[in-house]
């Protein structure tokens, strides 16, 4: 059996679904801050007021839904997963040197690095604790194995910056510790809690993997073509603080050994590079489509994984997310 096509017109975000989860799940998570000392509470508050659309908690939400149906231990596991998540960004936008997210300013532009970096580590181990709380010890294995692959992943990228003997392989391998081992643990765990056998956990940790690598490829790319008033956060960062991106693996991949000297030496340099400066270096364009395509063909691959799962509308939501994706993928195509 085939998977069904992926549609790449008018991507609609398909979590409305579960729109009342998620707002259980959304007033769990600010209540969180509460658990803190009084004068680290509002720290903690404003960072969990400005971390996006919830994806890993209605991850976690559909695939119990497709599963048998969600109950309060899918609201606690979003919550955890979503912490993990938070405290990541905290991180990212230290190291990343980011003033703006969700068009806010960042806890690092607010308050400085050596305050956000203790931010980011009390959410860490505030999530870690509660995963304890599960009776099932994998739960709570699979939960820390997925926070220390996202911090494993982000120690990998950091240590390869400015690495242009970078392979596509060693990319790929660090965005699914650092973004896509989130997405799986949702995925797996959502069927877990309802006691499912090891092959639909399996089949649905490889569809969140498969979904995360793509959504990190996406924002990659996004990094390159995208509009920060439009998107909303600090844009242009990657190639400025050294981050090699499928895109630019691609464009390395084509380019001359003189055209990879000279953007070795505008990278250290720390020049300003905007996608004229690229597109002079290589093949800029057929890059970006390449890396493109790969994100596409991953989310075709990551549909088929569900086909074992019944029929149902949170079956059809999971599938509506990688088309939603795909359809986010054909944008960056279609400005850059």
């Known amino acids: 059996m085939t998977a069904p096509a992926v549609s790449a017109s008018n991507p609609v975000f398909p979590f409305h679904l579960v729109r009342a989860d998620l707002e259980r799940v959304e007033a769990a998570i600010l209540e969180q801050a509460r658990a803190f000392d009084p004068g680290v509470e509002g720290y903690v508050s404003y960072v969990c007021q400005t971390s996006g659309k919830r994806i890993r908690p209605a991850l976690a939400v559909l695939s119990g839904g497709a599963t048998g149906g969600t109950h309060e231990g899918h609201t606690r596991l979003s919550v955890i997963l979503e912490l993990v998540h938070i405290a990541s960004l905290v991180h990212d936008d230290i190291m990343d040197g980011a003033d703006i997210r969700r068009q806010v300013p960042t806890a690092v532009a607010k308050w400085g690095s050596s305050l956000s970096v203790l931010l980011g580590d009390s959410l860490f181990a505030y999530a870690l604790e509660l995963a304890t709380e599960f009776d099932d010890t994998h739960v709570c294995r699979t939960i820390a194995r997925a926070s220390r692959d996202v911090c494993s992943g982000e120690i990998l990228q950091t240590q390869r910056r400015f690495d242009l003997n970078l392979s596509v392989t060693d990319y790929l391998k660090m965005i699914e510790m650092k973004t896509a081992a989130l997405f799986a643990a949702a995925c797996e765990l959502g069927a877990r809690l309802n006691h499912q056998p090891e092959h639909i956990q399996h089949s649905l940790h490889d569809y969140g993997l498969k979904l995360g690598t793509a959504y990190q490829i996406y924002d990659d790319c996004l990094d390159l073509v995208g509009d920060e008033k439009t998107v909303g956060k600090t844009l242009r960062t990657d190639l400025a603080r050294g981050k090699l991106t499928l895109p630019i693996l691609y464009l390395l991949e084509g380019a001359t050994e003189a055209q990879k000297q000279k953007l ?73």
């Not at 690229?278 to 549909?303: C, H, N, P, T, W």
């Open 264 to 336: 070795s030496r505008m990278l250290l340099k720390g020049e300003p590079m905007d996608t004229s400066i690229l597109a002079g270096i290589a093949d800029y364009d057929g890059a970006v489509e390449r890396a493109v395509k790969f994100a596409q063909d991953m989310l075709v691959s990551a549909r088929a994984d569900l086909i074992g799962l019944p029929s149902t509308p949170h079956k059809q939501a999971m599938e509506g997310i990688a088309g939603y994706l795909h359809g986010l993928l054909e944008q960056c195509r279609a400005i850059h």
